[in-house]
Nanobody, 120 residues
Framework: QVQLVESGGGLVQAGGSLRLSCAASGSIFSIPVMGWYRQAPGKQRELAASITSGGITNYADAVKGRFAISRDNAKNTVYLQMNSLNPEDTAVYYC??????????????WGQGTQVTVSS
């Protein structure tokens, strides 16, 4: 059984910063990719940022230069540092991880979501 537990969401004023964390636990052999998706009200869920186990990152255009994703492989944890937040960043942020429990098949797991609200 694999679980992703997120923390760090909340309410912040425009221009402020937040840091999200997501820790994976359970039967884990490897985690090739970890990332953060977000879903704003009335919109589809979209990728915000992802990072491979080797440190290769990918960002949505809307967050480039403002968000930074990182991970601690020893702790199976991924972080999302969000700076210069604006009201358009308001969304539920979901942690996502592609995990191989036993070194064979890779499964995709989701966290429960954490609300980020940016006030103007």
């Amino acid at each position: 059984q694999v679980q992703l537990v997120e923390s760090g969401g909340g309410l912040v004023q425009a221009g402020g910063s937040l840091r999200l964390s997501c820790a994976a636990s359970g039967s884990i052999f490897s985690i090739p990719v970890m990332g953060w998706y977000r879903q704003a009200p009335g919109k589809q869920r979209e990728l915000a940022a992802s990072i491979t186990s080797g440190g290769i990152t990918n960002y949505a255009d809307a967050v480039k230069g403002r968000f930074a994703i990182s991970r601690d492989n020893a702790k199976n944890t991924v972080y999302l540092q969000m700076n210069s937040l604006n009201p358009e960043d308001t969304a539920v942020y979901y942690c996502n991880a592609e995990i191989s429990p036993q070194g064979r098949v890779i499964f995709r797991y989701w966290g429960q979501g954490t609300q980020v609200t940016v006030s103007s």
